[in-house]
T-cell receptor, first 112, second 110 residues
Framework: QQQVKQSPQSLIVQKGGISIINCAYENTAFDYFPWYQQFPGKGPALLIA?????SEKKEGRFTISFNKSAKQFSLHIMDSQPGDSATYFCAARNNAGNMLTFGGGTRLMVKP | NAGVTQTPKFRILKIGQSMTLQCAQD?????MYWYRQDPGMGLKLIYY???????DKGEVPNGYNVSRSTTEDFPLRLELAAPSQTSVYFC?????????FGPGTRLTVT
């Protein structure tokens, strides 16, 4: 019930291409869906987040698409750059508390 | 602001030893968290705290203990270390939605 499933586990994209990472959840009590970016040897850092009352949020080259009925959300990285190479985690927060449940992560490599 | 700081950065423990991972934040956040991250896996919540004096178990609390005597500090105690506790440990804090993570402690138990 608390799981967040993320795919793919790894992704290779050419510079300038679009990177797409997908997540699915079961718990309808989740009320906040962030994406975190993690570089090797560093802690995760918030990249972008969405609440279920909107279907899309865009910040620069990063867009979250949210499908409440399907219980799915995805991260799109437009014009992917080598500097975007990192591990990306989706997460979901239960509205009963402030705890996040994380997906398994996607290791993105953007080739120059 | 230093944000969330963690010490040590690396540690090697022998099976059965104990240690405390330190975590401090200077943002006056009420919420603090401990996660573990195993290779190729997401983060699993070990313990969390909603304020000084209040702690609760997360998804994987066995083998760990925490305390929260001040708003700033949230140490994680490992008793009787086991190889299964080899992992990278992250501390985080939050006030509202965003959680701020420390740089992590890489722990190896052999």
């Amino acid at each position: 019930q608390q799981q967040v499933k993320q795919s793919p586990q790894s992704l290779i994209v050419q510079k300038g291409g679009i990177s797409i990472i997908n997540c699915a959840y079961e718990n309808t009590a989740f009320d906040y869906f962030p994406w975190y970016q993690q570089f090797p040897g560093k802690g995760p850092a918030l990249l972008i987040a969405i609440r279920p009352d909107v279907s899309e949020k865009k910040e620069g080259r990063f867009t979250i698409s949210f499908n409440k009925s399907a219980k799915q959300f995805s991260l799109h990285i437009m014009d992917s750059q080598p500097g975007d190479s990192a591990t990306y985690f989706c997460a979901a927060r239960n509205n009963a508390g402030n705890m996040l449940t994380f997906g398994g992560g996607t290791r993105l490599m953007v080739k120059p | 602001n230093a944000g969330v700081t963690q010490t040590p950065k690396f540690r090697i423990l022998k099976i059965g030893q104990s240690m405390t991972l330190q975590c401090a934040q200077d943002m006056n956040h009420n919420y603090m968290y401990w996660y573990r991250q195993d290779p190729g896996m997401g983060l699993k919540l070990i313990y969390y705290s909603v304020g000084a004096g209040i702690t609760d178990k997360g998804e994987v609390p066995n083998g760990y203990n925490v305390s929260r005597s001040t708003t700033e500090d949230f140490p994680l105690r490992l008793e009787l270390a086991a190889p299964s506790q080899t992992s990278v440990y992250f501390c985080a804090s939050s006030y509202a939605d965003e959680q701020y993570f420390g740089p992590g402690t890489r722990l190896t138990v052999t």
